[in-house]
């Protein structure tokens, strides 16, 4: 069993959500319905640990690699490895998933079985995204994270989640419609292989690879998503259950930057340079406008949603700075956000949970009836504007230092859009938490619970511990990044002038 | 480990103990927040003695951030700068910290109170030793929060939450100046550590940068990056309109941070970089008028404030306005001097002041109530050092560092601005004192001395030695010891001792007070009633000059308003109906499909082909599918049946069933291709 492990630790690590759904299925009551999903996604924690733990950052190029043939007509393989920036995203999408089981513990009363199958099946299958070496199980599983999302959202959503859904689904097929399209451009330059390794050795001629960094951005930045791509975002977050806005803004979003990251700039590095100049200036436009959209929000989710799109920006402008600060400074922000977004979606839900109103007008002067919960908000809503000491802060810094080799106008207008996510955060914060009541039930609202402390505070713990100590993750982005960002400056140096 | 670190270390571990220690120690939190302060105080004394006797201690503590070229340590350097603002920030700070926890008793969030306060005093404390450009900056925004979380400590209160939410936003558009400057100290030198950059400074003068079409130079531009994130910090023109409001704050809060500290940081940082300020004329030309403007405004508006702690705010502003025109001009030792008076100062009167509110708690927030003999004694002689320190400027002839660069007049300037403020400040000190406790309100009121009152003997001690020294020449002692902490410094003919040059801005202020009293004792007629230019002017300055609204003309409604016009008709009228334009699109196009190009095309070929197909299948079916497959069929639907009676035992079919099935069946062909691996 241990040699079982050891040896297949990524496979394992991949497998418990799946084994995870079967238990849930062989199980009669919801309460263990519950215990099973929350077992799974701590093992699946677990593992990740472990398999940080097992990492070696002095090691360049994939590690834990496992091949397997899978779909030989075809040519494609079950391949699954990790390097640095696939080891923070499964951290992430570990760290994040028993959070989203503990908020559904109570808030979802119908069909919990159901429910608690999808969360293991989303997190099943990000994991393979963030793992898969091979394009063809990339885009499988890419797929099969919107389904369940879909469900999560219709079956148990808002007041207006049919529409938000439906939204969301199209949105999501046209991307990975294009995504395919773009893949299998991959295969046909690369001949007949959706080994990505493989796929960036052989070099895909300068001419094929614009056309294919067009399909592939457009999927990437539909997910991610960038303006003007949004607009299933607010909806799709706002309508979705806690864990399901959770998930969506904690990890779904950051498929996108990953994307950009595995595929794009190693294996289209000319395409990249490019598109380059345009995706940096509508990362900048998403920066501020996101900013200036969720300043304008009178209903929370929405703003955390809209603050989202403020946040993903400044991944983009950090990849699309091609050096190592910038890159760094994405995937960190990647993580910080799923961190602190994820808990703003959390706390939110609490709120919600309690009330059943996401409208800001509908608080006021939480801070004596709430004094816990205002702590806990207050703390990620500074995280989330970037305080130092914070995971975000670190994230943007890096990225506004990888900026600063490209443009220093650009720098400062990313800096504005942080002061408006200060801005929408204070003002936030100011209207739920400060003040009086403004409804008579307001000042009865129970303060938060042993189980609802359990769900935020490791959060905390994780926003201020990367915020501090960012070594802990920029260690093994190091090797990784420069690698990545050498194959991406060789590439484009390689390019014939035009 | 140096025993050093102890300084910033304590106070955050006393915050974290009371955040983290839970409701236990309640009434008693304060114990853990003095004990912790008082220590670091002690350590701040000793490391003055072992700088005064060894020179500069630097303590590396740990790497933060290593990516790239980019490295950050964070670590503690403690040089003369440092070494004396230490004292002040944990000396304040403990006195405030006693005084503290009498005033606040019985708040209910007093625990909460002496946590965000031990945290402040390890960020300002941090911040005046940090040794990194961007662990300064951490700090800076840190000392932002606790300010915030202080300002809103009576959350209850709807204007301490807008004052909170205002301070934290005013300081974050200027904190964008800082930290864009720090990335481009970065940009240019290549690393953040300070004594590295000043050291590189003099290799980089010269060097210009494109930004916007301007070349302007890179260390002109990083000063004035670091003097946007001083005119927050330290309220300066025009930046200052938080700081009145952030009198929401208890008045403990507002003595230690809104006086004495934090407001201090902007001075603090441009004496730190001091070398970088000598090598960009054109910034230093900037940090002086806007010094300059902000120290005769804060004076001004004090003159017409009846509130008192509205009072001392904009007479913190005019005084840091003087520290900034005082580093403007070259005058650094002078600057930081000036920054320790008024520290103590400052910090002490707003404990005074928080005495006589309470005592008169009845009477409102008004200050023209308050009686008190052994206050105005105290008050009187701190009011009258209000204006003390601002001479030391006039020892040195600082005006020539203006006249250096060629501008006509820019002696007559320094000498006009720096007279008219000792002035100003003379006239408001005494009226306001005047005011305060020589009213004519009856003997009630008199506000007699409280326990509390022995967190006074610090404060007094402190001015008395202030006083002692001062005339004992402690100025040349001073700038002596800080000296070599200051490399550039004033030009060398500078005779450091006391000059007959005092003798004018002496008489400016012996005149404003000459000229306070005989208003004092002929009252003219209320400013109001008066014609002409004497009431716009007052009704100018009673507004303050109308800053709260232009800001809010200017800045917030139009973000606010583009905000929700962004969304509205942007975001919801155009992308999200363009996207539901596109659908419709393709709805109605697959509907003109289906009209058209079926009917037309599509259908009647399958009515050529159905003939063909239904014959051939007749024979398909005749001879392969009755006799061959049909037997397999039957097995396999009876197979299906079992199943869906085994699914059935599960539960009942619903749409959850269905999705399980469907999730069942993914599982099982992953789970076996991860079997088939193995």
Known sequence: MTSLLTDH?????????????????????QAWARWCALASTL???GLALWLWAGFDPATPGMQFVERAEWTPTINSQYAVGVDGISLVMVLLTALLA?????????SIERRVKAFMSLVLLVEGSMMVVFTAMDLFLFFMLWEVTMIPMYFMIILWGGPDRIRAGIKFVIYSLTGSLLLLVGIIGLYLEANRSFDLQAIIATGIPSDAQNWIFAALFLGFAIKLPMIPFHSWLP??????????????????LKMGGYGFLRICLPALPEGSATFAPVILWLSIAGIVYGGCLALAQSDLKKLVAYSSISHMGFVTLGIFVFNGQGIQGAVMQMFAHGASTGAMFLAVGLLYDRTHSRMISDYGGLHSSMPRFVVLLSVFAIASFGLPGTGNFVGEFLVLVGTSYVSMLKVLLAMGGIVLAAAYMLWMLQRVALGQPRTPGGALLPDLGAREMLTLAPLVIVVFGVGLFPGVLTEVLELTVNGLVEQALAGMAGSPPS | MSPYLLIPALPLLG?????????????????VGILAVAGSFGLSVAALVEVARHGPISIPVYRLLDVGSLTVDVGLYVDQLA?????LVTGVSFVVHVYSSRYMIGDPRYRRFFAVMGLFTFAMAMLVMSSNLLVTYMCWEVMGICSYLLISHWAGRLAAGRAATKAFLVNAVADVGLGFGVVLTFATYGTLDIQEILSKASSMDGQTLGFLGLEIQRNTLIVLCLLSGAIGKSAQVPMHVWLPFAMEAPTPVSALIHAATMVNAGPFLLVRMAPLLLLAPAAMIVIAVIGAITALYGALVSLTQSDIKKLLAYSTISQIGFMVFACGVGAFGAAVFHLLAHGFLKGFLFLSTGDALAATAAHGHGGRSVRGARLRSLALGALALACVPPLVLFTGPYERVWSAQQIPSAGVAFWAVGLATVFLTALYAFRGVVTLFGGSVGRSLRVRPRLSSIAHVPGLAVVAILVAAFLGGLWSLFSDFLGPGLPGGP???VPSGLTPRLAWPLAAAVAGWGFAYYRHVRPASVPLTQRGWAKTAYVLLLNKLYFDEIHSALAVRPILRLSRWLWRDLDLRLIDRAVHGLATFVTSGAQWLARTAETALIERAPHV???????????????????????????VGRLADETGEMLQVIGPRTLRDHLVIVVCWLALGIGLTYWLII
């Open chain 2, 15 to 31: 915050a974290l103990a009371l955040a983290l220690g839970g409701r236990r120690l309640g009434e008693r939190s304060h114990r």
């Open chain 1, 43 to 45: 093992v699946t924690f």
């Open chain 2, 609 to 635: 082909l159905a003939s063909g197909l239904v014959s051939s299948s007749g024979w398909l079916w005749r001879t392969i599918d009755q006799r061959g497959t049909d037997e397999a069929l039957e097995r």
């Open chain 2, 83 to 87: 070494v004396l603002l230490l004292p």
């Open chain 1, 98 to 106: 028993p959070l989203c089981v503990l908020a559904s513990w109570s």
């Open chain 1, 9 to 29: 630790l990524l496979s394992s690590l991949i497998a418990v959500p799946f084994l995870g759904i079967v238990a849930i299925l062989l199980v009669r009551r």
């Open chain 1, 235 to 252: 909806d799709a977050h706002s309508e979705a259950p806690t864990a399901g806005s959770v998930i969506l803004a904690g990890v779904l």
């Open chain 2, 491 to 493: 030009p060398a003919d």
